[in-house]
C-alpha cells in the first residue's frame, strides 16, 4: 500500500530546520492560546525557545474533563412503543455492500474513498484493521486488503489508496471507482489495532508514506473516546506533496490539547508557503527536514521510554525504527507495527523471488484437480493462481490471513506466518504468499 523512498536507520544526523510555522511561515506555537470548547481543560507551558520542536522543553498537565451523567427518562413497560428507534444491524462485510458516496484527493498520488451501507450500518472494526476488498475487474474477481482510516461506529467507512507503480487493484480503483459504485467486503482483520495492542496512557505514533492510515485512524479514535492518552505522532513522507491528510492533521490539531504532530520530510522546499497557500492558522504542522534516525527520535521525543510505539510504513523504514528503538533499549513489549507494503515492493516477496531456481517440482491440489509441474522456489501463491485454484490472496504481505492454506505432502520455505495459531501451524498451515515451493507439494486450500 506504502511505496515511497525508504530511509535509512544508517544516514547521520539530518541538518534540522525546526520551524512552527502560523499563517505567515513564521516561528510561533504551534498551540493556540486558548483551549477550544470541545476538548479537555489543560494548563500548557512551554519551557525554553518555543522554536525548538524537541519536547524535552515541553510541560503538559492534563485536567481531566468533569461529566455530568445526563438524567434517564424513566420507561415503563405500558409505554408506546412507536418513537422506539430501530437500531442498526451490526456491520457483516461479507453481506454489506459498500456505496461509494466520496473521493477526495489526498497526494498527487493517493486518494481516500468513503463508503456508505445501504442500511445506514454502523461500521464496526477495532482502530488499526483493515478490510479486504473483492474488486471485479474484466470478469476476474482480485482480493486486496486495505487499511480503514475513519473512526469505528460511523455510518461511513473511508479507505486511503496508494496507487502503485504498475499495480493492478490500486490503480484500477482510482481510475473507474465513482460515486454510487458498490463494491464487496470479504472481512475485516488485522492484529495490528489499539484495541487489542494494550498501551500506555502516551503514545508514539510513527508513519511513513501511506503508513499513516492506520495510524491515523488508531489518532482519532484515541482522541474521540479518550481525551487523557497523550498522542505524538510522527510521519514521515518525500516532501509536502507527499504529506496525505495533513489538513486533517491540523485540524486534530488545533482541536485537542493532547495530540501533537511532527513532519519529517526528505525535502521540504516550499513547505513554508505551501502552509500559507492553504490559508492555514496557528494550528499549521511543524516540520523538519530529514530522515528518522536515532537523533531525531532522541531529540523530539526524549520520553520515548514512557510511550507505547505503533509503527506502519514500508518494510525498510519501518525496520530503521525498529533498530533504532532496540538501540536505545526500548521494551520491545511495547512496539507494535504493520506493514502494507504492495507485494512487488515486498522485501520478503524479493528474497521469495531471488530463491527461484530453474529446478522444477510438482504442484498437486486435489481439490482443484491440479496437478502440475513449476519451477522450484516459486511463491506458493502465484503458482496456485495461475493454475485456477481459488486462493485470496488480500494483503499478499503475510499479515491478512486470506491466503491461509495447508500443505499435506512436501514442505515450504516460510517467511511469515504472523496469522497462524501454533496449532494450525503443527498441522501443516502456511500463509502462501509468504511461502516458496521446495519440493514436490500438495496442497489443500482448507
Ligand atoms: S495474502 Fe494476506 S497473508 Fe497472504
Known sequence: MSSSKTPSSTLSAPALKPLKLNSSGLGQSTKPSSPKLSTPKLSFSLGGDSQNTAKSDTTKTFAKPQFTKPKLAALSLGESTANVIKKPAPWSPSTTALILVKREVETHDSMSFTFAAADETLFDFKPGQFVTLAVKIDNKTHYRAYSISSVPQQKQLRLTIKRVPDGLVSNWLADNLNIGDSLSALNIAGQFNSSDCKHKPKLLLISAGCGITPVMSIAKTLLTHDSDTDIEFLHCARDKDNVIFHDEMKTLLAQYRNFNVQLLLENSDGFASFSADENTDSSA??????????????????????????????????????????????????????????????????????????????????????????????????????????????????VCGSCKCKVTKGSVKSTSTETLTAEEIAQGYVLACSSTVEEDLAVALS
Open 285 to 398: 504542522l511543524s516540520h523538519q527536514t530529514g530522515m528518522v534516525s536515532s537523533d531525531v527520535i532522541q531529540q523530539l521525543y526524549p520520553d520515548l521510554k514512557e510511550r507505547t510505539i505503533f509503527l506502519c510504513g514500508p518494510v525498510g523504514f519501518m525496520k530503521a525504527v525498529e533498530n533504532i528503538a532496540q538501540e536505545s533499549d526500548f521494551d520491545m513489549a511495547n512496539f507494535f507495527q504493520e506493514s502494507f507494503t504492495p507485494a512487488a515492493n515486498n522485501e520478503h516477496q524479493d528474497q521469495i523471488s531471488s530463491d527461484a531456481s530453474t529446478a522444477s517440482v510438482m504442484l498437486h491440489v486435489p481439490d482443484f484437480s491440479v496437478e502440475k509441474e513449476v519451477v522450484q522456489g516459486s511463491s506458493l501463491l502465484e503458482v496456485l493462481e495461475n493454475n485456477g485454484v481459488p486462493i485470496i490472496g488480500a494483503c499478499r504481505a503475510g
